[in-house]
């Protein structure tokens, strides 16, 4: 159980690291609009 | 040594197998408690009434931490209002000596006599043997309801004597006194599978119910939990400090326009830069709007691909006043939260809008570099959400625990 924490603690950290980089929020990443390039506010024309 | 003699009760044969220590027995023919005296036996009770028989036999032998024990005694104890039972049996091995198994609700201690009395602080509220210190669990009388075997103390009819619990998880620490004596017992709490191996009793056990006083709690990895958040805190805050200090914000665009109309018209911005640096793009649009709202739809085109991101930001702005007073609802200024661009060289292309078409003056600035807080805040809930489960089912057990308990530290009376 306490690995399992672990390993969900460092993927938090992770996660966090890469939106805070991309300029997006958890929200954009759970709703998958982070893998737009510009992420919730922008869009391709 | 064996001992063979006549139950001056029922004439039945009783037979003594430790003669020479068992001051005690009961005839196995009408459950009369005798007392052994040199080469006869007295009547202490008088044929007691049945009860339950041992769940483990009378006369086993069994290899139990460490030793090989012989059961000789069997009693069944209760409080003084007989609301709460529990059996006890008698364990000998004559390199050893006795020892108690006790079993109280499917939970099983394995006690043994302390050798001295441990020291009792001036509350009684915790006693410290072996520098361990034991908090009270239960105060009351006991009494004996049933024995069965042969003993090593002269059973008493009627026999009710205080009793003290201490607890310290999985010890156990009891006094039993009376008139007479005071006879302090250290209790380890012994796991059922342990129990059931090692008495042999597949298929037998009773069900385990509630906690147990000294049962140990299934929740001790409190510390290495502790130091998991901290080692992944410390680490989340090494990054945000990382994304607060190292990558600087930096103005890439600071513009003012003045407009003799603000529906439908375009603008095209100067070039500027952005670079590959992290976080997110803030937008700050400030306009001196006045009972109105503005807003502007924004294309940002990137000048050597051509390809072109747009979003959209307005504000509002209303005030008035009425029999209260002034009052106003809205503001000239707004954010917006947009994220990282690819670096490269881009201009914008704005187009304006309001309600009301009126000449208007608008600021827009953007940086890149910003940092969110709220994603660090939301990252260090989400690390808590696992230790705040945890706590909570431990704080569960252990009051579960403490529920049987007039001593318990979850519920005080104060006075």
Redesign the interface.
């Known amino acids: ?2 690995k399992g ?2 390993v ?3 993927l ?2 992770l ?3 890469y ?8 929200y ?1 990443f759970v709703s998958g609009k ?1 893998f737009q ?9 | 040594m064996v001992k063979a003699l006549v139950c001056p009760s029922c004439g039945g044969s009783v037979t003594i197998k430790y003669a020479d220590k068992s001051l005690s027995c009961v005839c196995p023919s009408c459950l009369s408690v005798l007392s052994n005296e040199n080469e006869s036996l007295k009547i202490i009770i008088k044929a007691q009434k049945k009860m339950a028989m041992p769940l483990i036999p009378l006369g086993g032998r069994y290899h139990f931490q460490g030793h090989d024990w012989e059961v000789i005694g069997y009693l069944i104890r209760s409080d003084h209002l007989e609301q709460y039972q529990w059996s006890e049996y008698l364990l000998f091995n004559p390199f050893v000596g006795y020892r108690f198994l006790v079993c109280m609700d499917g939970h099983w201690s394995y006690v043994i006599k302390t050798k001295s009395a441990p020291k009792i602080s001036d509350n009684a509220k915790t006693a410290t043997y072996l520098n361990r210190k034991y908090e009270l669990f239960h105060k009351g009388k006991v009494k004996t309801l049933y024995v069965l075997g042969e003993f090593y103390w002269r059973v008493k009819e009627n026999d009710l004597v205080t009793a003290e619990d201490y607890i310290h998880p999985p010890e156990m620490l009891s006094v039993e006194k009376d008139n007479d004596e005071e006879i302090w017992s250290l209790g380890q709490y012994v796991d059922r599978i342990e129990i059931e191996t090692a008495f042999k009793l597949a298929g037998r056990m009773p069900w385990d119910v509630g906690v147990a006083p000294h049962q140990p709690s299934p929740h001790k990895e409190k510390n290495t939990i502790v130091l998991y958040v901290t080692c992944l805190s410390l680490l989340l805050i090494c990054i945000q400090f990382v994304f607060l200090v190292l990558i600087l914000k930096r103005d890439v665009l600071n513009v003012r326009y003045d407009l003799s109309t603000t529906k439908g018209t375009v603008i095209k911005t100067d070039t500027f830069t952005v670079t590959d640096r992290g976080g997110y793009i803030h937008s700050d649009l400030n306009a001196n709007v006045s009972n109105d709202w503005f807003e502007i739809a924004a294309e940002i085109v990137n000048q050597e691909t051509g390809e072109e991101y747009e979003y959209d930001q307005g504000i509002e702005f209303y005030s008035g006043s009425d029999y209260e007073g002034y009052w106003s609802e809205g503001s000239r200024d707004s954010d917006r939260r947009v994220a990282k661009l690819p670096a490269g060289t881009y201009y914008m292309n704005i187009t304006t809008n309001s309600g009301q078409s009126a000449p208007m003056s608008f600021s827009l600035k953007l940086s890149e570099g910003n940092t969110s807080w709220g994603n660090f805040l939301i990252a260090i809930f989400l690390l808590l959400l696992y230790p705040i489960y945890y706590v909570i089912r431990s704080s569960t057990f252990e009051m579960s625990r403490w529920s049987q308990s007039d001593y318990s530290p979850y519920w005080r009376e104060d006075a």
């Open positions: 159980m306490l924490y672990l969900y603690g460092f938090v950290v996660i966090y690291s939106i805070s980089y991309m300029g997006i929020s958890y954009d982070n390039p510009a992420g919730k506010t922008f869009q391709h024309k």
